[in-house]
């Protein structure tokens, strides 16, 4: 199967503690990486991980609080002192080119490559990425201020050839990716073999949903239905529902629910608050909801 | 002895390795902190030190290339998340304030404590900080742009009381300051007991001096004359000399031979650049030339 993989680089949340960085992680999907959020210490952490700086040309950022974005410069800056020449392109609502760009003029006056700041809406949900095998959407998120999340989809891929059929009916090659697509095969002498003999069906699509910061919607649950991992953040225990509230956070077992009723196959909980000495109390208050929930935790890798 | 510590946060250069947080250290005299330099991370480290976030107000920049300052948004903002109220301040080249006021203004909206900068001529040495136990001065740097080093120097001391002395001429309480001061005792029978008598000359004011970045040259020898602690920047060995002079930074076997012809009693050299694996060589070719050379490391702590 090809690699769809997530790497935690940080998990904390506004405070950072001795156990955790602000948030960032990795996508890496094929070996193209996509960060989501950059707070301070990412590319410390995305060195730790020996994940490769090159393959990383997109970042996107959910929203404009510091523990979410605070790594951007020293990372762009970075990336140029290693003299990468491939374009970077930056995700994010509205209002960060406008902030980084004197940061970026005064600090990295001499890039040797480009920015490409790409700012999008936060009400609606809207295609922001595209290549041959993925897609990645936006997730309108609840905040104080304008927030998404992120869907990474799979497109369908194509049907897995059976080589002992195609050999004995000596398909010849240039049929072969037709038939990957779902076409029948003809022989010279006219016998059509159905596509179902000749393939198996292609690995359903995979996805991958990261919602954070937000205050417990369940409307976002119709947009992640199914997906095989949701990263959720559960930045408090239940004891402190006011405070979740009043802060527009969620606590662990609000994220268990959201994984429950969304079906999905795997819930990490992240965006710990920093009052807590570790997190069992959260995981314990989500697994009581969704058992296939599990920690986020700086330098944690999950197969998709 | 009053307290005078450095504290190193991170001693690597502009690329933050594995084994390097940027520059930052605090300085800590008599339990006020004084932060020099605060690259990416400084806040991660100054947790892990224990040294009280509150008890540091003043925050001193070399100079502005991302490395030594990049860290500065998220400590300001975390200390406004953990609710401080007393000023910080922070002095540097200028530049500063303008680039992080709007910064400032869009991530740390409701900062329940005040931010001042002062900015400092690079040219010329210059008193930037008093107290009633110390000064800081400026130290003329050459880098590739604007910057400046720090001298930390104890104000002189009142000398100490001989406590057996003053019991056995009864001298009364309201002398004793004068004494301190260096004054003579004169009896109610008119006896003049010399000071020299009385006390014991005050503890030699002590002093601090960081250097860096800066390219090798000998006319900061004067300013840092016999200084307590020498923290040179040594980013490259000797076998790199022409790559030190072209990007304006010092040798190891360099620092060294500032710190011999200064006379100080110890020098730490830091800044290391990311292409060294350990910095065994550096501290060879160093303590060949002056022997009390110690390497910067996250977390030494070196009593002054």
């Not at 003809?186 to 003999?197: R, W």
């Not at 429950?260 to 807590?276: D, P």
């Not at 000495?277 to 697994?287: H, P, R």
Request: aromatic share 10%; proline share 4%; glycine share 6%.
């Amino acid at each position: 199967m090809e690699k769809f993989e997530l790497y935690i680089l940080g998990c904390g949340s506004a405070l950072p503690t001795n156990r955790h960085f602000a948030t960032s992680q990795v996508v890496d999907i094929r070996d193209k990486l996509f960060m989501i959020d950059c707070g301070e210490g990412a590319q410390m952490q995305l060195r730790k991980s020996r994940l490769k700086f090159s393959r990383l040309n997109h970042i996107f950022i959910s929203h404009l609080h510091g523990d979410h974005c605070f790594g951007l410069l020293g990372l762009i800056s970075t990336f140029g002192l290693l003299g990468r020449t491939a374009e970077l392109h930056i995700y994010s609502p509205k209002g960060l080119e406008e902030l980084l760009a004197p940061m970026l003029a005064f600090f990295c006056r001499k890039l040797s490559y480009k920015v490409i700041f790409h700012e999008f809406e936060t009400k609606e949900a809207a295609l922001i990425y595209e290549d041959r095998s993925i897609t990645v959407t936006t997730i309108p998120l609840e905040h104080r201020i304008p927030c998404c999340g992120f869907l990474f989809t799979e497109k369908p891929g194509l049907n897995h050839i059976v080589r002992d059929m195609v050999d004995f009916y000596k398909v010849p090659l240039f049929e072969i990716n037709h038939i990957k697509n779902g076409a029948d095969y003809i022989t010279p002498e006219g016998e059509v073999v159905l596509n179902t003999k000749l393939t198996i069906p292609a690995t359903p699509p995979r996805s991958y949903a990261y919602c954070s910061d937000t205050i417990f919607r369940e409307k976002i649950i119709d947009q992640i239905k199914g997906v095989d991992l949701l990263f959720h953040e559960a930045t408090f225990a239940q004891s402190e529902l006011a405070r979740a509230r009043e802060t527009f956070h969620t606590t662990a077992e609000q994220a268990a629910f959201i994984a429950r009723e969304a079906g999905v196959g795997k819930l990490v909980i992240g965006h710990f608050s920093a009052r807590y000495e570790d997190e069992e109390l959260l995981l314990q208050e989500a697994s009581a909801v969704f058992p296939s929930t599990v920690l986020a935790k700086e330098g944690l890798c999950v197969q998709i």
